[in-house]
């Protein structure tokens, strides 16, 4: 079940505090003193008090009265016309109080447009304009649908009102879209990249019926392609060209911008999408060599870039390299009628290969987000969960790194100085657990510049490891 956490930092103080989400699945699950509203890992199973039989026909019902599907939004903290939400892939979030946790109002994307959800990772346009991606389904299939939701409240309770969907893109298989975590924007454009992570809906339909959670119908196809899908952000029109790569999967952007006829598209990619079912209770159970054994299966993520030339015309030859930018060796070469084949290049030295490769990147958003930048920061995955921070400089790849054994922190939050100049002025928060029962849980703070550690705050309590935070100044 969803839980937040607060660190609130004031006067040389820091308080704590951690609030479960009052979703309505949390409530049931509460009630009925058991999960029964099914999960994406977790299948609500029949009430285990009910006889064999019994247990057989619960199968064919609904485990949930009020709730048909998880509001349990547990992924991240998200921002819309100025009010906190959490997040999670559903249609549903929910608004949240900052300042003390509480749950507010439960909000339905499918009130406002056509989409069965929306991802925990929207984009925001420095007027506060927000962009995101869901996808809708009809009898002609699945289709993936780019939503921008305004800056401006019409209302103090306003929530979503005023969402449309400027794009729709039907998927190339309808009934096995592509899954996707996040996308990427920049100045003037939304990158949709269509992974070959696939959700098979009829298994998904299916699933109840043979004892299965949804994340049995997402699956790897190492047979289909990755494509770029680049649109234009001001009339919502996909541009004619696509642009291919090899199979790769991507969880989340690390930053994307335009420069002279270039998009640079920066992201952490895995050659392997079988990453979500690591995560698995079962796995997360074992310990020592068994748990090593499936640490070892993983494959790893690297950050990467791909350079995607925007000018391409009938006339522009194939079979060269059109990526003329000295400073990068991502190739894009034109293969046929609006296609163009992207190979990346690799933005870390081999040294990241001795820190398990890294995931959960965040740079300096608000200034640097859609524009060139220099410096990302990232948790290294050495383990099943993070365990070093680490900050790399992409002028010359070279990284810096906090870690010490046995502590696990959380993805790094960038927080700038105030009136800073340079990209990197400011700090670094990051949770810090530790399974270590002599050891306490802390809020780590670190110099963004140097790495070096300028105070942690100790809690007395266990926290969960979890996905994204944020933060925010002065409330
Ligand atoms: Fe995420």
């Not at 249609?91 to 300042?99: E, L, S, Y």
């Not at 047979?223 to 899908?229: G, I, L, P, Q, Y």
């Not at 494959?299 to 522009?316: A, Q």
């Not at 959380?410 to 009136?419: L, M, Q, R």
């Amino acid at each position: 079940m969803a839980l937040m956490h607060q660190f609130r930092i004031e006067g040389g103080i820091v308080t704590y505090k951690s609030r479960f989400l009052k979703s309505d699945c949390y409530k049931e699950n509460v009630e009925n003193n058991r999960i029964v509203v099914s999960e994406f890992g977790t299948l609500a199973m029949p009430d285990p008090c009910k006889n064999f039989f019994q247990r057989f026909l619960s199968r064919f019902e609904r485990q949930s009265k009020n709730t048909a599907y998880t509001d349990n939004a547990s992924v991240s903290f998200v921002q819309y016309k100025g009010d906190y939400y959490v997040s999670t892939e559903t249609n549903f979030m929910h608004k949240i109080d900052p300042q003390t946790l509480e749950t507010k109002e439960k909000v339905d994307w499918s009130k406002f447009i056509a989409i069965n959800g929306a991802t925990a990772h929207p984009h925001t346009d420095p007027d506060g304009t927000t962009y995101n991606m869901g996808n809708s389904y009809n009898s002609k299939g699945a289709s993936y649908n780019i939503i921008r939701v305004p800056p401006e409240k019409s209302g103090p309770n306003d929530t979503l009102e005023g969402a449309t969907v400027i794009c729709t893109i039907p998927s190339g298989d309808r009934t096995k879209p592509s899954y996707y975590h996040s996308f990427a924007i920049s100045e003037n454009y939304v990158v949709f990249i269509e992974q070959p992570i696939r959700i098979d809906l009829l298994k998904i339909v299916t699933g109840k019926m043979r004892g299965k959670g949804i994340s049995d119908g997402v699956y790897w196809d190492p047979e289909k392609t990755t494509v770029f899908h680049v649109i234009n952000k001001h009339n919502g029109k996909p541009s004619p060209i696509k642009y291919y790569a090899t199979p790769f999967s991507t969880f989340h952007q690390i930053n994307c911008y335009e420069e002279n006829g270039f998009l640079i598209m920066d992201m952490c990619c895995s050659d392997d999408g079988n990453a979500i079912n690591n995560f698995l209770i079962q796995n997360l159970r074992k310990s020592g060599e068994a748990l090593d054994e499936v640490y070892n299966t993983i494959c790893r993520t690297f950050p990467r870039r791909f350079v995607l030339p925007l000018i391409v015309g009938n006339n522009t030859p194939c079979e060269l390299n059109l990526n003329t930018r000295q400073e990068s060796t991502a190739t894009a070469i034109k293969t046929g009628k609006n296609k163009v084949y992207c190979t990346h290049e690799d933005l870390h030295g081999d040294d990241l290969q001795e820190y398990g490769g890294l995931e959960f990147p965040q740079i300096n958003y608000t200034k640097y987000n859609t524009h060139p930048y220099r410096y990302f920061y990232a948790c290294g995955f050495r383990h099943l969960v993070g365990d070093s921070l680490i900050k790399t400089d992409l002028q010359d790849k070279h990284m810096k790194i906090w870690q010490q054994p046995g502590y696990y922190p959380s993805e790094p939050v960038f927080v700038p100085s105030p009136n800073a100049v340079e990209e990197d002025d400011g700090v670094i928060l990051s949770v810090v657990i530790t399974p270590n029962k002599d050891k306490s849980t802390f809020l780590l703070v670190l110099d963004a510049k140097d790495f070096e550690e300028l105070g942690r705050a100790e809690v007395p309590v266990n926290i969960p490891y979890g996905f994204h935070g944020a933060f925010q100044a002065g409330i």
